[in-house]
């Protein structure tokens, strides 16, 4: 299941054409105190007391993120995630470095392409099974030139205005 959505993760990340553009330098993160989180933050981040000092300014900030976040989740929400991070855990190391290479690929995208990227994969979830899986198998059985093939079909139907919105044929 991890290897299909990985597959359509890079089709969807091929399609929406690659630019590396510079990201904007951010200012260096600055180191928090401990005793400047919440309690509930420190009750979530109890793991990293003894070591918090030790930690880099851009990990504090990352970890105090993560606390904010996760406090904010529902119950529900945090169950999807602990199940999530488990499926994480248990990726072999080639795949989970995969799947990072992948997400710095799509971060580097200008937002306009991030949301291309998104819509199809909205696109693709709400498909039936059925059209999803062989759009999986045509994906995976094709070579790599007709895989280049469908990703320019793609962008170009894209491009196109919808129908009805175009030029009549009989106007100059």
């Not at 109890?46 to 993560?66: A, I, S």
């Not at 999807?80 to 248990?90: L, S, Y």
């Not at 793609?154 to 919105?165: I, K, N």
Request: charged residues 30%.
């Amino acid at each position: 299941m991890i290897n299909v959505r990985s597959t359509l993760l890079a089709a969807l990340l091929l399609a929406a054409v690659p630019a590396y553009a510079q990201q904007a330098e951010s200012p260096p993160a600055q180191s928090t105190e401990w005793s400047s989180l919440s309690p509930d933050q420190q009750h979530v981040l109890e793991r990293y007391r003894n070591n918090w000092n030790t930690l880099t300014p851009e990990r504090q900030q990352t970890l105090v993120r993560g606390s904010q976040r996760w406090l904010s989740m529902s119950p529900d929400e945090r169950s999807t995630a602990k199940d999530r991070f488990q499926r994480w855990r248990d990726l072999p190391p080639d795949n989970r470095k995969q799947l990072r290479d992948r997400w710095e690929k799509f971060r580097a995208l200008p937002p306009e392409q991030q949301n291309n990227v998104r819509d199809n994969f909205r696109k693709f979830r709400n498909l039936p099974p059925e059209e999803r899986k062989q759009l999986r198998e045509r994906w995976n059985s094709a070579t790599p030139q007709e895989r280049q093939n469908m990703l320019e079909r793609a962008r170009e139907q894209r491009q196109r205005p919808p129908r009805g919105r175009g030029r009549r044929l009989n106007e100059p």
